[in-house]
């Protein structure tokens, strides 16, 4: 029976600090395309590990399991998104899975829907909560810095920054601080209301 090599994990190829663009190209891995496609990356992993602590949450409450179902889509579409930015425009294949306006207004209604059932915000809250609200906030903070490398990009003259991108990026910020809200709320933890007079604890 033959035996199967197996794949390394390592290909020494980056050890010079570059690293390869889908179509063969070569980059430093401080490019800003780099940068924004590891951003993506680094939004994807805080939504995994928001899903995670969701499903420790749904043993006790089983409506997050929409929540779940509409994270598990935004990891998808970042996954598009990050193949997208590591590939240069030139090399971009016909049917290859971009963001797109519909893509943005599915989030527009996953916003809505969330916000359906929040009681309206009255004032600043600070992020926190429940486990995976907390991680949900930690993600859209990300998600912001992410908008912001491909905005930048793109006012740098970078063509293969599409707005459709850009517009996805901007609303998932908003959704994943909806979503932070939803989560809470529905696993009765309650906000850290901003507090303008706040003052420390007194001495012990």
């Not at 390592?10 to 690293?19: E, Q, V």
């Not at 991680?135 to 707005?163: F, K, N, Q, W």
């Amino acid at each position: 029976m033959a035996m199967v090599k197996p794949t390394r994990i390592y290909t020494r190829t980056g050890d010079d600090g570059t690293t390869g663009l889908i179509g063969g190209a070569r980059v430093h891995k401080h490019a800003p395309r780099i940068e924004a496609y590891g951003t993506v990356d680094e939004l994807s992993s805080f939504i995994g590990l928001a899903r995670s602590a969701l499903r420790g949450a749904s043993a006790t409450e089983g409506g997050t399991r929409r929540l779940d179902v509409w994270l598990a889509w935004v990891q998808d579409l970042l996954f598009n998104l990050g193949s997208e930015l590591a590939t240069p425009g030139d090399q971009r294949l016909d049917g290859m899975p971009v963001v797109d306006g519909a893509d943005v207004s599915s989030l527009e209604r996953a916003i809505d829907e969330a916000q359906a059932e929040l009681k309206p915000l009255a004032n600043f809250i600070h992020p926190g909560g429940s486990p995976p609200g907390a991680y949900l906030h930690v993600a859209r903070t990300v998600c912001r810095r992410a908008e912001r490398l491909l905005v930048a990009m793109r006012d740098h003259g970078d063509a293969d920054i599409s707005p459709a991108a850009i517009a996805y990026l901007n609303r998932l910020s908003d959704a994943l601080f909806v979503w932070a809200r939803w989560v809470n709320a529905r696993l009765s933890s309650d906000e850290h209301i901003w507090n303008k007079a706040s003052a420390p604890p007194p001495p012990a």
